[in-house]
């Protein structure tokens, strides 16, 4: 709180303690916030049975001790004897005090009173020490005795001025009242004298000059800390963890508590631990010079440690064999996130399972396994060693000797021996032949195909298989078909190829021509090349066992072909993709002819003439004559050159500005190509240019979108179309439609939106406000705050092109709107509360120099009076309807809109 709010406050306490009693309102105890730490409380007598005693000088009986009496509006009441030479006056006040808290304490207790017709010599006060209840106290003497009890303060000129004193009571007092809020009373012995007879008067009760009490008070803080967080959730032994809470206002020291011990007590709200293993509760009290606050709620930590060793392991089944699967496993460990297992020392598993699955060959293996968290592995548990006896390895593929024997033949399958093995079995096609400790068996088969392979056994069972052996037991062959020829009717010099079925068994065949063997060997066809005349081809199948019979025979009868064409002719100079002829002479006695290009077959058939197209190049023609399927030599070459092609297609042309504005000129230009003598430039598909291509083309359009590409041109005629560009030629936007406010009459400083609606082609806008424009960029919409007046709004579009005309004109009036309703919003908020605030604004004008005049000083006139002069009457009239029942409402604001 800073020197200004601290002196307002004070202020507004003043006010309230002057004010409220001479308002004439119902006996209350007051309270007022000095700062976030220290309550003012101001406490009077309640009811007329709760009597002050009356100090003065009077002339009772003589001789008499006491003098009480109630005169109608004050309840008189002092103890003494006029005729004590000291002129001693003795009375008594007390006060209820219920609304002090019981854990207060108190900074220091004031007591305030009104002196009556004093006089200018001398008077001593003494207000003293008075535990007893002097309104049901029964005993005269007793009450006069109490009265000249201890002293909280004694004062030689403090009753020297009529009107109210004020006197500062001793730290006596102020613990006494600490002591008295469990009674809510607390009463007080006041004794007075002087040398003369001249009186002085100390008011009790009634004419609204009540004594009272000023006590400034502190309590414990009221709120609790919030329940403590930690920095690690779940921290391991030993581990630094750190326990922080928030702090709670007023607050100067806390105590933390762990398991209801406190464990710590300072000014931070954060204090490093570390534990053992176990459970802790942690809560937090708020303190300050006056005691220490309620709990914050509790926060649980578990301090973990590292798990306890796994029971076992254990192997299932119990005696397994080498390279049989078996498992290994373990308990369970509470508070263990995960296992280590261990084979002969080295690590083969580390996760959240208890088991794993293990096969190797014969030896021993050792296991043993940890368990382990976030804090660490534990201790290993018990070691289980396991061993393996090996099944024995596959056998190696067997073998046969011979490899490959012949029908009826005795043959040897035969293996090496395993180490382990105690005995074999051997499978032909998947049956079991044999079974033993022998590593050789004989059969003797027809002819067939055989599968064998072998296991290798011992008392851990029978290995995996080997690998397979294919025995064929081979006869002489069959015969083959007869062969083929292809073509059947070769040409003379010819090549044709003699062909045959390969034969189930054979390795080997024979080809007898015209009774001669011409080829022996795996193949199944061999080529010849002969002079016209007739062949005969025969084959016989063999393999290791011999040779098969013959097969059937195949004739071959070799033809001679017809003389070439004398002529071939053709067009010299077609156009690219013309039609051009190319003929030739007819042979005597031949039935078809080819015609090559370029080397290359491109028909055959019987007329002697071809129509044919192509792009420019140069062409090799010849013909062949045929006489069946017998071809003569090849006539003279004739040459076709094809000078012109249609030219390629233009790529898409350039264009200087993809988007110019209207009026403005650009550019198209493209890329020549190769055999074009000219260029035709289509717009939107109509041509606009032709000529020799390639230069700058100059355009110039209105608004819209144009789409542009070229033809290529020479004597072949035009290319297809190429490629478009498009060029979208741009204009000035239209003028945007007036803009609207989203407040037609907005208050003074309150914030308004101008809007527009978009205009299409448009990229930015310019507002103006009273023809200065004030915003200039892409949004629509503008918020505004402005002083009452009349302000005229025009917008204009603009893009790359220029600005659109300005739109019509939005006018927006602005007025003045802190007088509205009832008055009482002092300090002028926008949502037009009465608070606390306009009440400091108030007292500030009122009494706190430079006294500055309120935001809406029409509002300040609280009291309505039609001067409109704003004085104590109003602060009275804004404290009436803010603190006491029924809380008059403010008078009607009396400035017009």
């Given at each position: 709180?800073?020197?200004?709010?601290r002196?307002?406050?004070?202020?507004?306490?003043?006010?309230?303690?002057?004010?409220?009693?001479?308002?004439?309102?119902?006996?209350s105890?007051?309270?007022?916030?000095t700062?976030?730490?220290s309550?003012?409380?101001?406490?009077?007598?309640q009811?007329?049975?709760?009597?002050?005693?009356?100090?003065?000088?009077?002339?009772?009986?003589?001789?008499?001790?006491?003098?009480?009496?109630?005169?109608?509006?004050?309840?008189?009441?002092?103890?003494?004897?006029?005729?004590d030479?000291?002129?001693?006056?003795?009375?008594?006040a007390?006060?209820?005090?219920?609304?002090?808290?019981?854990?207060?304490?108190v900074?220091s207790?004031?007591?305030?009173?009104?002196?009556?017709?004093?006089?200018?010599?001398?008077?001593?006060?003494?207000?003293?020490?008075?535990?007893?209840?002097?309104?049901?106290y029964?005993?005269?003497?007793?009450?006069?005795?109490?009265?000249?009890?201890?002293?909280?303060?004694?004062?030689?000129?403090?009753?020297?001025?009529?009107?109210?004193?004020?006197?500062?009571?001793s730290?006596l007092?102020?613990s006494?009242?600490?002591?008295a809020?469990?009674?809510?009373?607390?009463?007080?012995?006041?004794?007075?004298?002087?040398?003369n007879?001249?009186?002085?008067?100390?008011?009790?009760?009634?004419?609204?000059?009540?004594p009272?009490?000023?006590?400034?008070?502190?309590?414990?803080?009221?709120?609790?800390?919030g329940?403590?967080?930690?920095?690690?959730a779940?921290?391991?032994?030993?581990?630094?963890?750190?326990?922080?809470w928030?702090s709670?206002?007023?607050?100067?020291s806390?105590?933390?508590?762990?398991?209801?011990?406190?464990?710590w007590?300072?000014?931070?709200?954060?204090?490093?631990?570390?534990?053992?293993?176990?459970?802790?509760?942690?809560?937090?009290?708020?303190?300050?010079s006056?005691g220490?606050?309620?709990?914050?709620?509790?926060?649980?930590?578990?301090?973990r440690?590292?798990?306890?060793?796994?029971t076992?392991?254990?192997?299932s089944?119990p005696?397994?064999c080498?390279?049989?699967?078996?498992?290994?496993?373990?308990?369970?460990?509470?508070?263990?996130?995960?296992?280590?297992?261990?084979?002969?020392?080295?690590?083969?598993?580390?996760?959240s399972?208890t088991?794993?699955?293990?096969?190797?060959?014969?030896?021993?293996?050792?296991?043993?396994?940890?368990?382990?968290?976030?804090?660490?592995?534990?201790?290993?548990?018990d070691?289980?060693?396991?061993p393996l006896?090996?099944?024995p390895n596959?056998?190696?593929?067997p073998?046969?000797?011979?490899p490959?024997?012949?029908?009826?033949?005795?043959y040897?399958?035969y293996?090496p021996?395993?180490?382990?093995?105690?005995?074999?079995?051997?499978?032909?096609?998947?049956?079991?032949?044999?079974?033993?400790?022998?590593t050789?068996?004989?059969?003797?088969?027809?002819?067939?195909?055989?599968?064998?392979?072998?296991?290798?056994?011992?008392?851990?069972?029978?290995g995996t298989?080997?690998g397979?052996?294919?025995?064929?037991?081979?006869?002489?062959?069959?015969?083959?078909?007869?062969?083929?020829?292809?073509?059947?009717?070769?040409?003379?010099?010819?090549?044709?190829?003699?062909?045959?079925?390969?034969v189930?068994?054979?390795?080997?065949?024979?080809?007898?021509?015209?009774?001669?063997?011409?080829y022996?060997?795996?193949s199944?066809?061999?080529?010849?090349?002969?002079?016209?005349?007739?062949?005969?081809?025969?084959?016989?199948?063999g393999?290791?066992?011999?040779?098969?019979?013959?097969?059937?025979?195949?004739?071959?009868?070799?033809l001679?072909?017809?003389?070439?064409?004398?002529?071939?002719?053709?067009?010299?100079?077609?156009?690219?993709?013309?039609?051009?002829?190319?003929?030739?002479?007819r042979?005597?006695?031949?039935?078809s002819?080819?015609?090559?290009?370029?080397?290359?077959?491109i028909?055959e058939?019987?007329?002697?003439?071809?129509?044919?197209?192509?792009?420019?190049?140069?062409?090799?023609?010849?013909v062949?004559?045929?006489?069946g399927?017998c071809?003569?030599?090849?006539s003279?070459v004739?040459?076709?050159?094809?000078?012109m092609?249609?030219?390629?297609?233009?790529s898409?042309?350039?264009?200087?500005d993809?988007?110019?504005?209207a009026?403005?000129?650009?550019t198209?230009?493209?890329?020549?190509?190769?055999?074009?003598?000219?260029?035709?430039?289509?717009?939107?598909?109509?041509?606009i240019?032709s000529?020799?291509?390639?230069?700058?083309?100059?355009?110039?359009?209105?608004?819209?979108?144009?789409?542009?590409?070229?033809?290529?041109?020479?004597?072949?005629g035009?290319?297809?179309?190429?490629?478009e560009?498009?060029?979208?030629?741009?204009?000035?936007p239209?003028?945007?439609?007036?803009p609207?406010?989203?407040?037609?009459?907005?208050?003074?400083?309150?914030?308004?939106?101008?809007?527009?609606?978009?205009?299409?082609?448009?990229?930015?806008?310019?507002?103006?406000?009273n023809?200065v424009?004030?915003?200039?960029?892409?949004?629509?919409?503008?918020s505004?705050?402005?002083?009452?007046?009349?302000?005229?709004?025009?917008v204009?579009?603009?893009?790359?092109?220029?600005?659109?005309?300005?739109?019509?004109?939005?006018?927006v009036?602005?007025?003045?709107c802190?007088?509205?309703?009832?008055?009482?919003?002092?300090?002028g908020?926008?949502?037009?509360?009465i608070?606390?605030?306009?009440?400091?604004?108030?007292?500030?004008?009122?009494?706190?120099?430079?006294?500055?005049v309120?935001p809406?000083?029409?509002?300040?006139?609280?009291?309505?009076?039609?001067?409109?002069?704003?004085?104590?009457?109003?602060?009275?009239?804004?404290?009436?309807?803010?603190?006491?029942p029924?809380?008059?409402?403010?008078?009607?604001?009396q400035?017009?809109?």
């Open positions: 709180m800073n020197h200004l709010q002196t307002m406050w004070a202020v507004l306490a003043a006010v309230l303690v002057v004010a409220i009693p001479q308002l004439g309102l119902a006996d105890t007051t309270v007022s916030e700062s976030p730490e309550t003012i409380y101001t406490f009077y007598p009811t007329a049975s709760f009597w002050t005693g009356y100090v003065r000088r009077s002339v009772p009986l003589i001789g008499s001790t006491t003098y009480s009496r109630y005169d109608g509006s004050i309840r008189v009441g002092y103890i003494g004897n006029i005729l030479p000291d002129y001693t006056y003795r009375g008594w007390k006060f209820d005090i219920t609304g002090l808290p019981d854990n207060a304490c900074e207790v004031e007591l305030v009173g009104y002196c009556y017709d004093a006089s200018s010599d001398p008077h001593t006060l003494k207000v003293n020490r008075l535990t007893i209840d002097p309104v049901t029964s005993s005269t003497s007793g009450l006069f005795s109490a009265i000249y009890n201890t002293n909280y303060v004694q004062c030689s000129s403090c009753m020297r001025s009529t009107g109210s004193h004020t006197v500062v009571l730290s007092a102020r006494d009242l600490e002591s809020t469990s009674r809510n009373w607390f009463a007080v012995g006041l004794q007075e004298y002087s040398d007879d001249d009186p002085g008067r100390w008011y009790g009760y009634g004419t609204g000059n009540r009272y009490l000023r006590v400034t008070a502190s309590t414990p803080p009221t709120s609790a800390p329940t403590p967080t930690v920095s690690v779940q921290p391991c032994s030993l581990q630094a963890y750190t326990v922080y928030s709670v206002s007023g607050a100067t806390y105590r933390l508590y762990e398991n209801s011990s406190l464990i007590e300072g000014s931070g709200t954060s204090v490093p631990m570390n534990n053992s293993p176990g459970t802790y509760n942690y809560y937090v009290r708020a303190g300050n006056c220490y606050g309620p709990p914050s709620g509790t926060r649980v930590v578990q301090v440690s590292t798990p306890a060793p796994p076992g392991p254990t192997v089944p005696d397994p080498a390279t049989t699967s078996y498992q290994i496993s373990w308990g369970s460990v509470s508070g263990a996130t995960y296992y280590r297992l261990y084979e002969n020392g080295g690590i083969v598993y580390q996760g399972s088991y794993r699955d293990f096969s190797h060959g014969s030896g021993t293996f050792d296991y043993w396994v940890q368990a382990g968290n976030d804090c660490g592995l534990g201790g290993s548990s070691t289980l060693s396991v006896d090996q099944v596959p056998p190696s593929t073998a046969a000797s011979p490959d024997p012949c029908e009826g033949q005795s040897e399958i293996w021996p395993v180490s382990g093995a105690t005995g074999y079995r051997l499978y032909e096609n998947s049956i079991l032949i044999y079974e033993g400790p022998s050789s068996q004989f059969y003797s088969r027809g002819p067939a195909t055989f599968s064998y392979w072998v296991e290798a056994g011992n008392s851990c069972g029978w298989k080997s397979t052996l294919q025995v064929q037991v081979t006869g002489t062959p069959a015969a083959p078909a007869k062969p083929t020829a292809t073509p059947p009717d070769p040409c003379e010099g010819e090549q044709y190829t003699v062909q045959w079925n390969p189930s068994g054979a390795t080997s065949y024979r080809l007898y021509e015209n009774g001669g063997i011409v022996q060997g795996p199944l066809q061999e080529t010849f090349s002969h002079g016209a005349g007739s062949y005969d081809y025969w084959v016989t199948a393999n290791q066992c011999g040779y098969g019979g013959p097969s059937g025979t195949k004739q071959v009868q070799v001679a072909g017809p003389s070439p064409p004398s002529t071939v002719l053709a067009h010299m100079a077609p156009c690219a993709d013309s039609s051009y002829k190319v003929w030739w002479s042979v005597s006695g031949a039935t002819y080819r015609l090559f290009e370029n080397g290359g077959l028909w058939g019987s007329d002697t003439v071809r129509v044919l197209s192509h792009s420019s190049g140069t062409y090799a023609y010849y062949q004559a045929a006489v399927s071809y003569g030599s090849s003279a004739a040459h076709v050159e094809i000078q092609d249609v030219p390629p297609i233009p898409a042309p350039n264009v200087s993809p988007s110019p504005c009026g403005v000129q650009y198209l230009n493209w890329a020549t190509v190769a055999g074009a003598t000219g260029y035709v430039l289509y717009e939107n598909g109509v041509p240019w000529g020799s291509g390639g230069m700058l083309i100059p355009v110039t359009r209105p608004a819209g979108t144009y789409a542009y590409s070229v033809r290529s041109v020479n004597d072949c035009k290319s297809d179309y190429g490629p560009t498009v060029v979208h030629v741009v204009g000035t239209a003028a945007p439609a007036a609207s406010s989203s407040d037609t009459i907005p208050c003074e400083d309150s914030t308004y939106t101008i809007s527009w609606s978009p205009v299409g082609g448009a990229t930015t806008y310019r507002l103006s406000e023809a424009q004030i915003y200039e960029g892409p949004n629509i919409q503008v505004l705050s402005n002083d009452t007046g009349s302000y005229n709004y025009e204009i579009a603009g893009n790359q092109c220029g600005w659109s005309s300005s739109s019509s004109a939005r006018s009036s602005v007025i003045v802190c007088c509205s309703g009832p008055t009482g919003n002092v300090d908020d926008i949502l037009n509360v608070d606390i605030g306009d009440l400091t604004t108030l007292i500030t004008y009122l009494f706190i120099p430079p006294f500055p309120p809406c000083m029409e509002e300040a006139n609280i009291d309505g009076t039609t001067d409109g002069v704003v004085d104590m009457g109003d602060l009275t009239a804004l404290i009436s309807y803010l603190f006491i029924p809380f008059p409402a403010p008078e009607v604001c400035k017009p809109l």
